[in-house]
């Protein structure tokens, strides 16, 4: 059983300014708690099912985690989702510095407000091998419970930095691209061994100040007539255009 | 000011049961409701704002469509959504028959379950000149508040047919394309000029029954380590793949 205590603990770390006074956050679900148990972030305890604790016993004992268990309908009830069949894990947040870039794409994100966008743009550059994401201050945050969650286990492998973007992009001498309806098609230009990819905003697209950084404007050419693409899904045609012939 | 009987019947509409006794669905916010003005959907009644109304009335005057002159409170609270400051629209069902398909790409979707993906596979494949998508009975339903909102007024065109997959494929002579982790990489698939491309369902995947009835497997490659994409971006990716050079 999980004590009230922690209920009310795992469900204050649904909010941003709780996960930062603790330096906490939760994974839920058994998929990103067995990522999160192989990488390099320190896990506090578990809670999960008998089924849960059980498949994934050598693993926690290997991690020394203090473990709960508990039931589908105790993790429901702390659950940022509508149900848990598994486990609820709580780890510390990791500090984030600087990257150091080797001749690699690295994705820019100018204010990417939607969690589920953000967590399916974090899957989908580990699919490709990104390793690096620079974000704006305004980006969701990568610790929101949806976020960690559409991410499936990838936000392990990604270095997120959240920065003010013109400041970080001004000195660079790289390639910066980015999206807009206008610009060099995606399947004419060739990309080359590195570059920031600036996906913009939901509904406002890039910014102006991040637009004035933009070195090759690129569109994805539009055969129908949608007005415009999601965030991700731009973000995922773009990133597939630029490392198919990469591998 | 929008009537309690009004509000009532806009959010039993947030139900498929009512939607299907009443044969009407709510479309929110300014960009569905335009696309949905355009196009031969017919309109029963607009709830939006003085401003809303100002800039569409001409639209409107044109359609003979009954307005309700309302705020943002009053819509926000109607709404399906957390906040609505333009309008909710009222419209009909429209009965949809088996397509009459001519050498051309279709989406077949084997249990898309999340509304949010639905939407965006729909925007997607509106954006890349589809014109009909196939959906298994287990699918999301189109009328759904949040695809229909995911959509951005793509639902407008998308002939989208409800029906038993096995039975629909099992007598066709297109190729039948499905994606899993292992199969021809796209980047080598000479896709041709008609097909039908499967998606499965967000977490099992293609059905053994569908699968079944695959004719060319085909795989997106992986650069990175995310086990899996999304599949609403893994259908993004596939069709930019295979219509990047039809234009």
């Given at each position: 059983m999980i004590s009230k205590a922690k209920v009310k603990f795992i469900k204050s770390l649904q909010l941003k300014k709780y996960r930062k006074d603790e330096q906490c956050f939760t994974v839920e679900g058994a998929k990103g708690i067995v990522e999160l148990l192989n990488s390099d972030f320190e896990v506090i305890w578990v809670a999960g099912t008998a089924n849960f604790l059980r498949e994934n016993e050598a693993l926690l004992r290997r991690n020394r985690i203090e473990v709960v268990e508990t039931t589908e309908r105790e993790l429901s009830g702390a659950?940022?989702?509508?149900?848990?069949?598994s486990a609820i894990a709580i780890a510390k947040l990791k500090p984030i510095s600087p990257p150091v870039l080797n001749k690699e794409f690295v994705l820019v994100l100018?204010?990417?407000?939607?969690p589920g966008n953000l967590g399916t743009i974090i899957r989908t550059a580990d699919w490709y091998g990104i390793k690096h994401i620079i974000a704006s201050l305004?980006?969701?945050?990568?610790?929101?419970p949806k976020v960690i969650s559409a991410t499936m286990g990838s936000f392990c492998r990604m270095n997120i930095y959240y920065t003010q973007l013109t400041n970080y992009l001004v000195g660079t001498d790289w390639p910066v691209y980015g999206a807009s309806l206008?610009?060099?098609?995606i399947y004419d230009?060739?990309?080359?061994g590195e570059g920031f990819i600036v996906i913009g905003n939901e509904?406002?697209?890039?910014s102006g100040a991040v637009h004035s950084l933009i070195t090759n404007h690129i569109t994805i050419p539009r055969i129908g007539q949608a007005e415009s693409l999601n965030a991700s899904i731009a973000a995922a045609i773009i990133l597939d255009n630029v490392l198919r012939l990469k591998k």
């Open positions: 659950s940022s989702f509508q149900t848990n069949n100018d204010d990417i407000r939607d305004e980006t969701a945050d990568l610790y929101n206008v610009g060099r098609s230009t060739n990309f080359g509904s406002q697209g890039i």
